[in-house]
Structure formats: C-alpha cells, structure tokens
C-alpha cells in the first residue's frame, strides 16, 4: 500500500538539541534506530522518524510533547512495531516516542480484579507478574505488545470471543494530549454515566488524538478448570457451521479458532506438529471442572453434527503452550511456506450469520488466484484473517493481493460487517473507513481536529486530514 | 438543584409554523404537554420546551433538526421522561423531540443475538416481543425506559453485573447530528476495529451531540435455569461482604442486589411482602440447570460464612416477576413511606474493594442526619443508590440531603470511584463531572464544540458551556 501524499518537512535542529538535553543518550537519531521505529510486521512500506525518544515517565512525555508542539513536529507514539496496517510508520517524519522502558507494573488489585500498568508493560510481561496471584490478563493477539499499544489499537485475539476485546477491558488510561496536557479518562469504578466515555474514545485512536501512557485493566481469576482440544473437519463449511451453532448456543467457548488446509501445513511444518491437513478448529474451555466439562460435551456433540473428527486435548499446561503457540506463530508459518516472500496480513470481521458465506466466496476468489494465502481467524466473533505470501519485488502480486483484499472488505461490508475486526486502521485501510463509515467519518475528522488542532498526533493514520 | 443560569429565547413562531406544516397535530404547544415533557422522575426542577414534535421516522427527526438549527432553537430529544438528573428539562426552551412514536422493530436476527429497534421501544417492549423466540434483552434499570434513552444515558441496572451496561451491548446506533447529518456509527458486527468508537461516544452523550433515532443491541438467549432468592443478613457489613467475596470468587451471578431496613420495609408494605426488615440481597442466578446449581451451591456457602438467613426462593416465573418488580418499585416504595414527600435518588459507583467502607461511612453520615431515606443498589458493581425522602416545601431539607449527596460524591470520588454508576450527570451532577474528571472535562467540551458548535444538543446538560 502507498502512504498517502503527506509532506516531510526535515526536523528542526534545535529541536533534536532541545530534546537531547531532556533525555540525553534516550534521544537517538542513528539511522538503524530510527529505521527499526519507522516499520511494523507489514508488508506496508515503512517511514522512519526523523529521531526516538525513549520515555521513562509521562512527565517526560509531557516534555516531548510540548517540544514537539513547540516546533510543530509530528509524534509517533511506539510500543513494540507489532501493528500490520502500518502505524508506527512516520509518514511526516517527526519524532517517535519509544513506550518500551515504562515497563513497571504500578499496582494490582487482586480484590477489584484490576491492574495499572505503565504503557510499555507486554501482556506476557503482566501474565507473568500476575503468576502468583491467581490471576490473569486475557487479551492475547498473539504477538507480545505493549498493553499502551494493544489500548491504542483496539486490540483483541484469541480470547475475545469470551473476554470482550480492549474495549470492554480497559478500565481507564493515563493520555499526553497534543498540548502536553495530561489527563485520565476515567477513575477505577467498574461502571460510571459520568459524562462521555473518553476511555473508549482513545482505545482504537491509534495514536492520533494523544499518548497513553498508563492503562488500568481488567483481570481474571484464572479458571478452575482450561481444557484445550484440536478437531478437524471434512470442509471449511463444516467448521464455520460448528462455530455458528456454538455461538448460537450461548456456550461460552473462551477460544474457538479456525485455521484452513494452508494454514494447518504450515504450522505442522513451522512448529513440527502432525496435525491433520483438513480445515480445523481449536478450541479452548474455560470454567469450573463441572462446567468446563459440560461446555466440551455441547460443543462435542455439534461438531459431531457436522463430521468433526474425535478432540485431540491437549491436557497438560505445556501442551496447552505448545498448541497457541503454534497458532500464535501461524503468520511467520505461512511465510515459511513460501521462503522469501513478504507477509501481506488482512482481517474482516462480519456478523456471525454471515461467516460461512462470506468465508466461502473468499475461498472461490482466493481459489482462481495465483497467490498462496492462508486463512484463520477468531471465528466466535465472526472475525477472520487472510495472509497473503508475496514476492515483494513482483508488482504483479501486489496489485493481484490488493485486488483480492479490496473483494474481501467489499463483501463484508455488503454483509453489514467491517474493513477491520481488530488489525486497526493504520495507513493502510484509510479507504476503506470511508467505505464503511460514510459521512461518520466526518465526525471522527472533526473530533480529530478538536483534539488535535495541528495534526502533529501520529498525522496520516486513520483519516486522510 | 437550582439550573445553571441559561438565557431563555422565546420560540420563535415562524419556527413553530414550520414545523406544524411538517408535523400537523404532532406538533404540540400545549401547557399540559409540555410541562410533562420538561420533567422527570427526581426532584429537579422542570423546565418545559416551547414545543413537542412527536417524530414518526428518523426523515421527520432530520427535517425537524434543521428546522430547529434555522431557527437557532434548542433542541431536547425525549424518550419516556424516566432520567433522574434533570436531563429532559429544556433549561433554554425551545424544541422537545419526543421518540416515543417511533416503536417499532426492526429487525430482529436470532442467528447474530442481535436486534435494530426504533429509539421509541422500551425494553419490556422489546422482551415482550422477543417473548416466543427463546432470547431477551437483559439490560433493565427499572423503569421501563426506551432503547433510545437507556443509550443516551448508558442505562445500566440490576442485570449489569453480568450482562454489563447499554455501552457493551449497543453495537450501532442511528443518530441525527445538530446539522441534521444522519450517521451510523457502526456496522453490525460484534467486534470493529475501523476508526474512532462513535457508538460509544453516543452511548451517555445524554442527547447532547444528536438525537439518537435507532440503536442495535446484542441479545442473550434465554437461560436454561433462572433462579431468583433473598436472603437477610445480621448487618450492611455482612451482605456487602458477601458480595465482594461472590464477586471475587468469579461466580457469574445474574443479580445481586442490596436493600438496607428502611428499603426492605418500604417494599413489604407497598408491595404488601413479608421480608424480614433486615439488611437483605436479592439474587438471580442464570445458566445451565447444572451450573445455576453451582453457582447457587458457592453464593449459599459464601453468605453462611457472613450469618446470612436461609435463602428464600422465588422459583416460578410469577414469583420472580413479584420479586423484581418490588425491587424495582423500591424507589416509589421508599417515598409512600413518608407520604407528600418527593424523592431525591442520587447514585455512587466505587471498586468493589471500597465497597462496604463507602456504605458505611454513607450510612454513618446519615444517622446523624433527620432527613428519611433508603438505600439500594447493584452492589456486585460497586453501585448503589440512596433516596431521600424530602418535603419539598421545606428548603432546609433540600439543603440537608445538599449535604448529604455532597458528601457521599465527595467520599466516592476518593475512593477512585465515580459520581455517577448510572443516572448520568444531567444538570444536577454538572458540579461533580469537574470534581471527578479535571482537565479531561475540556476534552468533552471540545467535542461538544466539534460536534455541536451552536450549543443547540439539550443545552446546560453534562457540561455548562
């Protein structure tokens, strides 16, 4: 995908020396640096920032800020570049502020079910402070970000179907406005009619109307009872229809995963596992031992409907590992199938009644096409992914995903879906927000400018202003 | 609570001769119809509209909006009247858009638990007509509100602590912006994540940046096993921590609702019941027979541990429907106790872990007072409720219950919790919106700005601009 035209004005000297003198050796303008910020996991083009701020507190990002402002220099706010619609990437250059070192877990409150945490804090990272408590943290899109860019994406994954997504579980969240103000959203009260829901404005603004620097989290007692299990299936429409009728059913499933043939040889390959190559569920329960038993024996019983083979379980907490991670790793797997090639990821998510029409057509374009892709998805929300393997120095390929990829969008959005489930915005799907939204977008430019005057906030993603 | 000082403009007739060419009988000037439309159900003082339009279509709310913004004329969109903090009250006249004929359903689709209602339908509306297809909308704030002012407001209710409120189960909304613009903030998927979250911008705007004239909401299927119990306790302290430790524990409770004496006692003699008059949670479990059982088994053990009563159980559907209608009669109740009085329902929201020390200072504050009052709640959210039962004649008892709700904000507000759990800021909690949120107050004022630039949206409400 091109960047959108946007003008790169070079970064005012001063302002480097300005910011050197703030953060000292946390400012660095070496070419390696700043190439590293400029690109996420995409095949989007990358831009690098004219320099990297590496932030320790928001007083120093209310510092950069109103430095920034000063000079009137774009900001890009940076947790760990994992975003595939091109996010982080600088598009005016500008100065990216690196969220990483604020990675301290500022409190947790077992009896209210919550965690603040500073921006740059991975979900892994809280799992793991989180390990004796009892307790856990249940967004999970796969890679390890930073729970500031998970909040700034509307991140959700694997768990979502039974969890909510960041936007049911961010509680509230420290935000850097454009001015170098700070302010919270909200307090820690699990519900409040307290004028407008701020919270949820900046979750999903990817960096466009300020930097979070601190988020408070739901959390979870970990269940009595998980049971993990893998089931294949004589067709893809099989599968879908299992997740349909499960969803219907109102069993609370914590995962239900659909990975295609495609999909299933690569991670037996990537991950040296011998699953079936057929189109496969993986499933995971969550509950007390009683009533994960009786989730398995519901959703047993509809898959057997549609000729899903026996459950293989993986029982054990290591085989459990063992199992996400593979899914986990299915993007690096199907860029494996095709050494070389450059990973071209997309998401639609479409009401679930739709999901196996919709997953049907894309297959029949996908079938008269000549790139290798794999499919999977958080099917229990409709959702689901597509990665295209290309040969980046074939322009052929490109314009042949994007045409595929426009196909897609089209169709879920005919079927009262939307152009991105939780990969987000970015540069990368700008036309298609105004697809999607028509005349609504103008009320997000609009609150755009409100909030962010000058466009120095992450400038070119989301909206074209 | 006095209004903020706002110039009243008298209509202008040209405007009124417009709309009634629009409208013909549905344009009301009426002194009895407007005086009803410029109340609600609290003490706040009413201010009626210069006029009601009683819409049929989102076309007439369009054309009625644009007549208004011709004119410069506030405009006040009403649903049925039942907000507690003045949030009807047209404080600058002008134009009342009453939806309450706008009731049909749209569409209702089982396969997606989802359904498109008109602003107008009620919830009992929407059940009843969902009534043979095994599903219901479970959010339920007592009065039988319309979907479109329980999204104004983010109605929430004795169901929230396990269905969560109207911001996580509306999944798009048609609104008609000040400029008569008509959007839709989403598609209907269950997950997007494809630009700002207008959806839940518009859920608690409180008509303040458009009139909301359709809204989609999720739907539940109808739980296998639904049991309802009450259960008394030695103390406040007792039940409150019942609740915490339910809450903690992970149990899905449906409801879990706490009533002090003077509530219980107000409920058996205007429902003619025979509670014991003690301290007293009323509790709803939802799920499969099994694990309704369960979960029944664990609460039963937790509230012995806490000296509570045997549970009483309301098992037939006729019992339960009595038992939650005296719940939800609790506030009418309470006044009848103190006949000629009116009420003044004010609500606090806290982490549950603050939970019983906020009731109990609350309470403690309240023995040294001589005003009457009750106190209620959805505790499993850390939200509860008090009414005072005023004389209306007598100042010094507004000041004194001033006072009181002052001082309960204030003690929430320390506590991280909020002003408001769920009756809205209104005009009446204007002053605690800037207590609890600071500086994030003028990032609501500049979207309102953005949005709504001639300050027409129900002016004077949430913000003072």
Same mark, same amino acid.
């Given at each position: 995908?091109?960047?959108?035209?946007?003008?790169? &004005?070079?970064?005012?000297?001063?302002? =480097?020396?300005?910011?050197?003198?703030?953060?000292?050796?946390?400012?660095?303008?070496?070419?390696? &640096?700043?190439?590293?910020?400029?690109?996420?996991? !995409?095949?989007?083009?990358?831009?690098?920032?004219?320099?990297?701020?590496?932030?320790?507190?928001?007083?120093?990002?209310?510092?950069?800020?109103?430095?920034?402002?000063?000079? !009137?220099?774009?900001?890009?706010?940076?947790?760990?570049?994992?975003?595939?619609?091109?996010?982080?990437?600088?598009?005016?250059?500008?100065?990216?502020?690196?969220?990483?070192?604020?990675? %301290?877990?500022?409190?947790?409150?077992?009896?209210?079910?919550?965690?603040?945490?500073?921006?740059?804090?991975? %979900?892994?990272?809280?799992?793991?402070?989180?390990?004796?408590?009892? #307790?856990?943290?249940?967004?999970?899109?796969?890679?390890?970000?930073?729970?500031?860019?998970?909040?700034?994406?509307?991140?959700?994954?694997?768990?979502?179907?039974?969890?909510?997504?960041?936007?049911?579980?961010?509680?509230? #969240?420290?935000?850097?406005?454009?001015?170098?103000? &700070?302010?919270?959203?909200?307090?820690?009260?699990?519900?409040?009619?307290?004028?407008?829901?701020?919270? %949820?404005?900046?979750?999903?603004?990817?960096?466009?109307?300020?930097?979070?620097?601190? =988020?408070?989290?739901?959390?979870?007692?970990?269940?009595?009872?998980?049971? @993990?299990?893998?089931?294949?299936?004589?067709?893809?429409?099989?599968? =879908?229809?299992?997740?349909?009728?499960?969803?219907?059913?109102?069993?609370?499933?914590?995962?239900?995963? #659909?990975?295609?043939?495609?999909?299933?040889?690569?991670?037996?390959?990537?991950?040296?596992?011998?699953?079936?190559?057929?189109?496969?569920?993986?499933?995971?329960?969550?509950?007390?031992?009683?009533?994960?038993?009786?989730?398995?024996?519901?959703?047993?019983?509809?898959?057997?409907?549609?000729?899903?083979?026996?459950?293989? /379980?993986?029982?054990?907490?290591?085989?459990?590992?063992?199992? /996400?991670?593979?899914?986990?790793?299915?993007?690096?797997?199907?860029? @494996?199938?095709?050494?070389?090639?450059?990973? /071209?990821?997309?998401?639609?998510?479409?009401?679930?009644?739709?999901?196996?029409?919709?997953? @049907?057509?894309?297959?029949?374009?996908?079938?008269?096409?000549?790139?290798? !892709?794999?499919?999977?998805?958080? &099917?229990?929300?409709?959702?689901?992914?597509?990665?295209?393997?290309?040969?980046?120095?074939?322009?052929?390929?490109?314009?042949?995903?994007?045409?595929?990829?426009?196909?897609?969008?089209?169709?879920?959005?005919?079927?009262?879906?939307?152009?991105?489930?939780?990969?987000?915005?970015?540069?990368?799907?700008?036309?298609?927000?105004?697809?999607?939204?028509?005349?609504?977008?103008?009320?997000?430019?609009?609150?755009?400018?409100?909030?962010?005057?000058?466009?120095?906030?992450?400038?070119?993603?989301?909206?074209?202003?």
């Amino acid at each position: 995908m091109t960047a959108p035209a946007l003008v790169r &004005v070079p970064i005012n000297p001063a302002l =480097v020396e300005a910011l050197r003198q703030r953060l000292g050796d946390r400012l660095s303008t070496a070419a390696a &640096v700043c190439e590293q910020h400029g690109k996420d996991e !995409s095949y989007h083009q990358p831009h690098a920032p004219d320099a990297v701020a590496f932030a320790h507190s928001t007083e120093e990002v209310v510092d950069i800020v109103k430095l920034c402002a000063r000079y !009137s220099t774009p900001i890009v706010p940076f947790g760990t570049g994992t975003s595939l619609e091109g996010h982080v990437a600088a598009l005016k250059g500008g100065v990216c502020i690196d969220l990483s070192q604020m990675n %301290r877990v500022l409190r947790v409150s077992a009896e209210d079910l919550d965690a603040t945490v500073e921006a740059g804090v991975t %979900r892994k990272q809280l799992n793991e402070y989180l390990r004796d408590t009892g #307790l856990f943290f249940p967004i999970d899109p796969g890679a390890d970000a930073s729970l500031g860019g998970m909040s700034a994406t509307r991140a959700s994954g694997t768990n979502a179907v039974r969890y909510g997504t960041m936007r049911e579980n961010v509680l509230a #969240l420290t935000v850097v406005l454009p001015d170098g103000q &700070v302010i919270q959203t909200a307090h820690r009260a699990r519900k409040s009619a307290a004028g407008y829901d701020l919270t %949820r404005l900046f979750v999903g603004s990817e960096g466009t109307l300020g930097v979070i620097t601190e =988020v408070t989290v739901r959390l979870y007692g970990i269940p009595e009872a998980i049971l @993990a299990a893998v089931c294949a299936f004589p067709s893809i429409e099989d599968a =879908v229809n299992t997740v349909i009728l499960t969803i219907q059913s109102g069993i609370p499933v914590a995962r239900i995963e #659909l990975l295609d043939e495609p999909q299933m040889e690569a991670i037996n390959k990537y991950s040296k596992l011998n699953h079936k190559i057929a189109p496969t569920l993986f499933f995971e329960f969550h509950g007390t031992t009683a009533g994960a038993a009786e989730q398995v024996d519901l959703v047993k019983q509809i898959a057997g409907e549609y000729g899903g083979d026996d459950f293989r /379980w993986a029982s054990s907490q290591e085989e459990r590992s063992k199992l /996400w991670q593979a899914r986990h790793d299915a993007y690096y797997a199907a860029l @494996a199938l095709r050494p070389g090639s450059k990973g /071209w990821p997309t998401d639609v998510c479409v009401p679930i009644s739709r999901l196996a029409e919709c997953i @049907a057509e894309t297959k029949a374009d996908l079938a008269q096409s000549s790139i290798p !892709s794999a499919l999977a998805g958080h &099917v229990g929300d409709g959702n689901f992914h597509l990665i295209f393997m290309i040969d980046p120095n074939r322009p052929e390929e490109i314009a042949e995903a994007s045409r595929l990829n426009d196909r897609m969008v089209t169709r879920a959005l005919a079927m009262d879906g939307t152009c991105t489930g939780e990969h987000g915005i970015g540069y990368g799907k700008s036309d298609f927000l105004y697809a999607e939204h028509g005349e609504a977008v103008q009320v997000m430019a609009a609150i755009k400018r409100a909030i962010d005057p000058d466009n120095l906030m992450n400038p070119g993603k989301i909206m074209r202003i």
